[in-house]
Antibody, heavy 118, light 113 residues
Framework: QVQLLQSGAEVKKPGASVKVSCKAS????????MHWVRQAPGQGLEWLGR????????TYAQKFLGRVTMTTDTSTSTVYMEVSSLRSEDTAVYYC???????????WGQGTLVIVSS | DIVMTQSPDSLAVSLGERATINCKSS????????????LAWYQQKPGQPPKLLIY???TRESGVPDRFSGSGSGTDFTLTISSLQAEDVAVYYC?????????FGQGTKLEIK
């Protein structure tokens, strides 16, 4: 079955960077987009951007331009998302989630909690 | 960006009764060339990632119980649970995938009365 397995929780200091991984299995990795969505504690869902695993083309939300970088490794079917210059407001659960060319999001990874605290 | 606004923010319904959640987009998400609404609904239970319920505004994802239904077109959409079950307690989100950035409603918390 389709599965997205994310890396474990991280605790970072303000100003640091964090890199979260998402390993895909159960489908042809290069045939689907991979998106990243985050959810701050007790809050709603916020779309960060997406990557095309086959060619590495990326599209980011304006808010995260210059601070978020998504990359892909087709040899391991893994997508990475790095957030730099972390601040406390970046504390959230970060999800990777697959989509077809149309764009609905399914399935979702289990989530990675990133805590930014001094 | 397209702003998605859900109503109400929270809702309490008795078991077996109907639950209705509304979602309004700031601009149409109907793509005229294929006559499809680029609108999805998700269910999120505590401690879990969201789960896709409905896409194309009204197409139920495989395995989703038929008590869940979606309707609407253009800018106004509705998620209906025809007969509320205890396992339906969750937060529900609408999402538009018509354009980038994809955007979500703020969520509607559904509880048992």
């Amino acid at each position: 079955q389709v599965q997205l397995l994310q890396s474990g929780a991280e605790v970072k200091k303000p100003g640091a960077s964090v890199k979260v991984s998402c390993k895909a299995s159960g489908y042809t990795f290069t045939s689907y987009f991979m998106h990243w969505v985050r959810q701050a504690p007790g809050q709603g869902l916020e779309w960060l951007g997406r990557i095309t695993p086959s060619g590495g083309s990326t599209t980011y939300a304006q808010k995260f331009l210059g601070r978020v970088t998504m990359t892909t490794d087709t040899s391991t079917s893994t997508v990475y998302m790095e957030v730099s210059s972390l601040r406390s407001e970046d504390t959230a659960v970060y999800y990777c989630v697959r989509s077809t060319m149309f764009g609905w999001l399914d399935p979702w990874g289990q989530g990675t909690l990133v805590i930014v605290s001094s | 960006d397209i702003v998605m606004t859900q109503s109400p923010d929270s809702l309490a319904v008795s078991l077996g009764e109907r639950a209705t959640i509304n979602c309004k987009s700031s601009q149409s998400v109907l793509y005229n060339s294929n006559n499809k609404n680029y609108l999805a609904w998700y269910q999120q239970k505590p401690g879990q990632p969201p789960k896709l319920l409905i896409y194309w505004a009204s197409t139920r994802e495989s395995g989703v119980p038929d008590r869940f239904s979606g309707s609407g077109s253009g800018t106004d959409f509705t998620l209906t649970i025809s007969s509320l079950q205890a396992e339906d307690v969750a937060v529900y989100y609408c999402q538009q995938y018509y354009t980038i950035p994809q955007t979500f409603g703020q969520g509607t918390k559904l509880e048992i009365k």
